[in-house]
Nanobody, 128 residues
Framework: QVQLVESGGGLVQPGGSLRLSCAAS????????MRWYRQALGKQRELVAG???????NYANNVKGRFTISRDNAKNTVYLQMNSLKREDTAVYYC??????????????????????WGQGTQVTVSS
């Protein structure tokens, strides 16, 4: 059973920083793209940042220059460093990843097809 677990959310003042982490666990063969989404109260979920297995990144326009996504492939973990936080960054932040699981047939192992997984979300509140 593969799962994503986020951590690092909390309350921070405007202009402050937070670092989110998301660790994937389970019977994992490999992880393709990893992403961070967020959903503010009463709004649709939006993509914040993404990173490929090779390290290529993309960002939403409203976080460029303030947020940095990175990953540690050895730890199956993706991070989101958030600097210069604004009140409008307040939201629940979700980790998302395309994961290939290990499938076992008798004594043999084979990679499965990529499956998209979501974490449970972590609250980030920017307020004075």
């Amino acid at each position: 059973q593969v799962q994503l677990v986020e951590s690092g959310g909390g309350l921070v003042q405007p202009g402050g920083s937070l670092r989110l982490s998301c660790a994937a666990s389970g019977s994992i063969f490999s992880i393709n793209a990893m992403r961070w989404y967020r959903q503010a109260l009463g709004k649709q979920r939006e993509l914040v940042a993404g990173i490929t297995s090779g390290g290529m990144t993309n960002y939403a326009n409203n976080v460029k220059g303030r947020f940095t996504i990175s990953r540690d492939n050895a730890k199956n973990t993706v991070y989101l460093q958030m600097n210069s936080l604004k009140r409008e960054d307040t939201a629940v932040y979700y980790c998302n990843a395309d994961i290939i699981s290990r499938l076992f047939y008798g004594g043999s192992m084979a990679p499965g097809a990529p499956v998209n997984y979501w974490g449970q979300g972590t609250q980030v509140t920017v307020s004075s």
